[in-house]
């Protein structure tokens, strides 16, 4: 008998830690995001920041460290891109006969990374080696050019230095 009681106080036990986490996973954190439409396409486009919420050993609910940027098709969301930081702002821009959002991030300290994607549609489409970052939070967009900016300590010096940018749907390439 004190077997079957056991059995039954850790399944109910563990039926309340399901429906705990549960209510938890639910809940998330939705923020606007801040966009620069160079091409009007944010007519047909809407953007939001999501962060999925968990429970920690201590029961609290809590933000993940990673932010989701949801899409619109038709008026559903779906998730367009997972990135590993914060605070994300998107540049849409429109090179040759293609669509580009260019989204800049932070994460951590003053690292503040640049991905690149192509848009279709509504869907972002990750473009292979385009990732830029700058440790003193300092990427610009400017017509088209990436400029980066990062500072290098130098025998006790501090070194600052800028690098444009071009890019196309294979990547960054430096400007010369």
Same mark, same amino acid.
């Given at each position: ?18 429906? &705990? ?25 809407? &953007?939001?920041?999501?962060? /999925? ?14 932010? +989701?940027? /949801?899409?619109?098709?038709? @008026? ?8 590993? %930081? ?6 849409? $821009? ?5 669509? +580009? ?6 994460? @951590? ?6 991905? %690149? ?6 869907? $972002? ?6 990732? /830029? ?10 017509? @088209? ?18 690098? $444009?940018?071009?890019?196309? /749907?294979? %990547? ?5």
């Amino acid at each position: 008998m004190n077997v079957f009681k056991a059995l039954i106080c850790t399944l109910l036990l563990t039926l309340s830690h399901i429906a &705990f986490a549960s209510e938890c996973l639910n809940i998330k954190v939705t923020k606007p995001i801040k966009v620069d439409d160079k091409t009007g396409l944010l007519q047909s486009l809407k &953007f939001e920041q999501v962060k /999925l919420l968990h429970k920690d050993k201590s029961g609290i609910c809590l933000p993940t460290r990673d932010t +989701y940027i /949801l899409s619109f098709s038709e @008026g559903i969301p779906f998730i367009a891109t997972r990135l590993k %930081g914060h605070t994300p702002e998107i540049t849409l $821009l429109e090179k040759g006969e293609n669509y +580009y959002a260019l989204i800049k991030f932070f994460t @951590g300290n003053k690292l503040q990374v640049l991905k %690149g994607y192509q848009v279709i549609n509504s869907e $972002l489409y990750a473009l292979a080696n385009f990732t /830029l970052s700058s440790n003193v939070s300092n990427i610009s967009i400017d017509e @088209g050019v990436i400029s980066v900016k990062n500072t290098e300590l130098v025998e006790e010096l501090s070194i600052d230095s800028v690098t $444009l940018y071009n890019f196309d /749907l294979s %990547g960054v390439s430096v400007k010369h």
